[in-house]
């Protein structure tokens, strides 16, 4: 059961990721496919190639994923409200709730 719970919520997660991303962007079919994904949706928070490197590095490198995986998250968390002009309280919920907040971004942006 809690096996199928977490296979939904990702799912839930994914394609709210890629609603966000088709309405932003003008390259819609390409944020199907994940890695490509993930670089719009970066992309689209303004982070530069450099920053984005940065971040590929420290989740690749093992001695620093302890540090890079929560900063990567509470960064983006917060990045991603502002991008949408929604401010820090969302952010919060961002942080807090990720699996009803993007859901209710992609449906209401």
Do not use: H, Q
Not at 56 to 71: D, H
């Amino acid at each position: 059961m809690t096996m199928i719970f977490a296979i939904i919520v990702l799912v839930i997660m994914y394609l709210s990721i890629t609603v966000i991303i088709i309405k932003d962007s003008d390259k819609k079919l390409f944020c199907l496919i994940p890695g490509v994904n993930i670089y719009l949706f970066l992309k689209m928070l303004g982070l530069s190639n450099l920053d984005m490197l940065v971040l590929l590095v420290g989740i690749i490198i093992p001695f620093t994923r302890p540090f890079m995986i929560p900063f990567a998250y509470i960064l983006i968390s917060f990045m991603v409200p502002y991008a949408m002009e929604k401010g820090a309280i969302f952010g919060f919920l961002f942080l807090i709730l990720p699996f009803i907040s993007y859901p209710i971004l992609a449906l209401y942006r």
